[in-house]
């Protein structure tokens, strides 16, 4: 699941950050096609604020609306793990939109975790993606921006880490966009 419905706001662009060219294509479309090259299952795109469609033309996602998107991060994961529990899933992994840098090693690390909660981190910092096992998903706050953070704050016994290569950078501002350029 690549979360990409937010609104950018800090971002000061005369377009939408995720569609922002970065290093030669759309800065969303480095994140999916990561997620992509992983192997996973599925990848699905959860998408509110701007249309991704021509941004990821031709890759092999599924979309997903949040139209709550205004209301914060938290309420794309509560989509995304709507989706999966109708699929019954046994498992999500989940990444951002604005972070081009994760690989498909990372995504594929995490895949593999085997706690509840897997979360890669780099050079030991806790970043995306997270694998957020089916168990877990009724302990899940879908409000506000947190994602799964809260969780992992107060049930640290849930919590595996998988350290990952690469670098979790966000691209929020012009010049976020500028130095990673």
């Known amino acids: 699941m690549v979360l990409a419905a937010g609104g950018g706001t800090r971002f000061a662009g005369e377009h939408h950050k995720l569609l922002v060219p970065f290093r030669g294509k759309p800065l969303v479309r480095w ?6 090259g992983a192997g996973l ?19 092999d996602v599924r ?6 998107w205004a209301s914060g991060q938290a309420t794309s ?3 995304a793990i709507d989706e999966a529990a109708r699929a019954r899933l046994g498992a999500v992994v989940v990444g951002l939109g604005d972070q081009p840098l994760v690989t498909s090693e990372a995504w594929s690390a995490v895949a593999g975790g ?4 897997s979360v890669a981190t780099y050079e030991g910092r806790r970043r995306n993606p997270v694998r957020l096992a089916a168990e877990v998903w009724p302990l899940l706050s879908f409000d506000g921006d947190e994602g799964a953070r809260a969780l992992m704050r107060s049930r640290p016994d849930l919590v595996g880490e998988v350290a990952c290569t690469g670098t979790a950078v966000d691209i929020d501002t012009l010049e976020d966009l500028a130095q990673w350029s």
Do not use: K, S, Y
């Not at 994140?31 to 992509?36: M, P, S």
């Open 77 to 79: 994961l509560g989509v």
């Open 41 to 59: 299952d599925e990848t699905i795109v959860v998408h509110g604020a701007v249309d991704l469609a021509h941004a990821l033309e031709g890759l």
């Open 31 to 36: 994140a999916v096609e990561h997620a992509l």
């Open 63 to 68: 979309f997903l609306e949040n139209p709550a």
């Open 114 to 117: 085997t706690t509840p909660i």
